[in-house]
């Protein structure tokens, strides 16, 4: 068995990914691999048996290149805590004006004005994988409530209350993050009719823009000025259409990309694939969720 | 006995200090009355026994006014939780570059960049009390390690390991939050010997300007400039001497001021009155340390 890394890496990393998969590993050498391991970037060769991903999501694969016998393992939860820091650091700045505070006091103007406590509100958090059970620690050591909707319950002890519908997180969260994957399922799940029951003050998207119905946010933002929409994603990026919205804030899909995350992540895929030798493979994809 | 409250609040807000503290609560009437809650504003009345701050800190107040009979009680820890939230705000606005990415976007330039990731970084503590605390917990929902320096060691499950002196703090961790009393012993506490003991990237100054000595906060800045100071106070504020240095984020002193946390910070003051009547005040100044 050979696996090779689909990404430009150095050697040095290799042999550290080598001992972790426990088999030979080699750089961007598909022909021939039964393993490769990368981004975005997978081949259909004859002799592939596992594609593992570096990243958490699995949804820019397509599928339908590759024979039925590949299996596909994801990265679920391998960005979790970078991806949640950065839901917090959307959410803080804002609660927080540090940006409009910042700028105003480097240009003169010394003026306060009040800022915007967490402590004993309701965070609702719509998927509950990695990233959601990120969010909830740190949100409760933010003093705040846990609500989360998911398909399966964990007892982690970060969460308050699992919400019985999507409904009941939007109507009773006043902070509410998207954490959902990106599957035939939930594409435009946050539509006109769940935003409809929100009368919080922040919703964040740290997910897949899809995730969220384009023209229904963009209708609730301009109705409901005083909401803030703070998102890593957006549709149709990096084309991005402007003007933004005035009430929403926006990143260019960086959560969770750090020097630090990224090898980490690459040691977890690797250390997925030595799972999938032993016979236990974790995160297998269920490719008909994607088709 | 009769407490009055120096500050601009209507009678319902009295009424609920009135029950708080049990006995009867009116507002900025300190003739005659037994006891003043307030801010800043305290008047040496002949009948005065006790002063109740909101406020956390004491430092704004003339003691040498008021006879040595008069006790001072602070609210220390009132607005712990809120200031806490402000200092990672502050961290993570910066870690995450969110102001800059999202002015970028907004203006059309759609650029990625790597974050920094706190995960397995060590947080300091200069202070550990009340807000000490609250940012300790923060910290270690983001995965970091904690370690602190103070006087008086609390085992509240959150400290990593207590640093047996500040140039410890300021050697071992990659974050340095300042969040100790200003006292006429930590004026200019971080000075330059301090600060050369700082390899990290970020200190952030929660607590009060002077106790940082300025001359050499702003001569560190400049000799470093990948290091950032994030500062809710700054030296001589509000009449704050421009340019700031490049590598800092300055907010015009509002951690922690919040509608929530001042009228939960009035309840508290008001319930250590009654701790006062009953014998046990709370949190009572040793005016000595401020002389």
Redesign the interface.
């Known amino acids: 068995m050979r696996a090779t890394i689909m990404l430009e890496v150095g050697s040095d990393i290799a042999e550290k990914c080598s001992a972790a998969a426990g088999i030979p590993v080699d750089v961007k050498n598909p022909d021939g691999a039964d393993i490769q391991i990368g981004m975005r970037e997978f081949v259909p060769t004859p002799d592939l048996k596992l594609v593992q991903t570096v990243s958490a999501g699995v949804d820019h694969i397509n599928f339908r290149n590759f024979p039925d016998r590949v299996v596909f393992c994801s990265n679920a939860g391998a960005f979790s ?2 991806v949640a ?2 839901a ?3 959410i ?2 804002s ?5 409009r ?6 240009s ?1 103007t ?11 509100e309701t965070l609702g958090i719509l998927g509950y994988g990695g990233i959601g059970q990120s969010c909830a ?2 949100a ?4 705040m409530k846990v609500l989360a909707y998911t398909r399966s319950r964990k007892n982690d002890g970060f969460v308050d209350r699992y919400a019985d519908s999507p409904e009941d997180i939007m109507s009773d969260s006043s902070v509410v993050i998207i954490a959902l994957p990106l599957t035939s399922a939930t594409r435009n799940f946050v539509d006109r009719r769940l935003l409809k029951k929100f009368h919080g003050s922040i919703i964040v998207n740290v997910a897949r823009a899809d995730i969220v119905a384009r023209e229904d946010m963009l209708e609730f933002l301009r109705e409901n000025p005083g909401m803030l929409f703070l998102s890593d994603v ?1 549709w149709n ?2 084309d ?1 259409e ?3 919205p005035e009430n929403s ?13 990224m090898s980490t992540a690459l040691m977890r895929a690797c250390g997925n694939v030595r799972k999938y030798l032993d016979g236990k493979p974790e995160h297998v994809v269920n490719i008909k969720e994607y088709l």
Request: hydrophobic residues 35%.
């Open positions: 805590d970078s820091q950065h917090f650091a959307l803080l700045s609660t927080n004006r540090i940006c505070f910042s700028s105003e006091i480097r003169g010394y003026r306060k004005d009040l800022v915007h406590t967490l402590y004993g620690r740190i409760r050591s933010l003093g957006w990026e990096p991005i402007l003007p933004l804030v926006v990143t260019p899909h960086v959560a969770g990309i750090s020097q630090e995350s």
